[in-house]
């Protein structure tokens, strides 16, 4: 083939952009040979600047699911550009185009658009920082989340390290709030969870990687992330800028059955135009509560059998009490069997070191959203070393 134009068009890129391209893959680097300049395409097939054609399976990195210039796509772009390119106000085709990604992403109740996949990662990540206080941010080895500055970290190798950042120009302490685990390892997952879990605002994930090599999540990988993520009181986001209408038409969150609390869709929804969703399920309060009066049970369960003392936790989302007794209690017969002694010294202990539990081994405790990991720290404190001196 002749690669005449490519050619001049190469020399001329080159003293223009850093290896005459502006996205890095496409210099061609780890393959042979120069890049290609694409002139025109149509359905599978390029056309490249000296006419030569070919069979096409990059798909502009995935948007173009119907093929280029689809005669359908290129009429709504053309019928939209004669109305005006934008305005800097609402439109009615927003609105459509919401309801539509709704309609296939029924986890994706409130969305907001941008212009990039980069800036829908960047929105939902803040959106999940925000929400909940927290500010490090788990992402897996080999998968890439867009041009964000602490998403652009190297992977350590084995276990969960701090990022280190990827390229020059990111400040290590910004690359410091993103936490690298290896993909498809859930011992590693479990274990970043079990140290940092309350420090972390959410876990980004590409469902089935495309940056690494098309690599899809074993069976249980995403049920025990989004298990994770929910007793930790931190949001999962699924990155479907590549899966998104791809893989199924409601994305993997549809194909495997998962439900995350942000998604982020990219070109796909524009026809290949450089777009970007994010969106998801509104508060999750309930789960947070849920989270945290977890901790509070298994706080109270461990520190009782350290000490071997008869515990029964009983609980209902963030309301809990510790009953001193061994076997469930499903009755005030039950209830009546609880060793009021060892409550009474165990209550004391509690205020001697910093909390307030209500006076009475027949009331329930209950745990407020603002029960924050450094609450739920004294309460760890507290509860071992009252029940340590029960023993
Ligand atoms: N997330 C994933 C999974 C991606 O593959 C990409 C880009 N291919 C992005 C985010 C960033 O999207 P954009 O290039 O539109 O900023």
Redesign the pocket.
Known sequence: MANTKSSELLGRAKELLPGGVN?PVRAFRAVLGDPIFIAEAGGAWLTDADGNKYVDYVGS??PMILGHAHPHVVAAVQRAMARGASFGAPCPGEVDLAEAIRGAYPSMQMLRMT???????MGALRAARGFTGRELVVKFEG?????ADYLLVKAGSGAATFGEPDSAGVPAGIAATTLVLPFNDEAAARALFAARGRDIAALIV?PV???MGCVPPEDGFLPLLRELTRDAGALLVL?????GFRVAYGGAQALYGIEPDLT?L??IVGGGL???VYGGSEPGLYERLEASGKLVEEILVSAAARARVDLTVQRAGSMLTPFFTQGPVRSWVDAARADRARFARFHRALLDHGMYWPPSQFEAGFVSLAHDAAALDATRRAVEQAMAGLS
């Not at 998968?143 to 041009?147: E, N």
């Not at 990155?239 to 899966?243: A, F, L, R």
């Open positions: 996205s990195w995935g212009s990039s996949g980069t800036e829908a990662v998968c890439y989340h867009g041009g590409e990687v495309g940056n990155d479907e800028v590549m899966t982020t990219g070109k450089p777009v970007g």
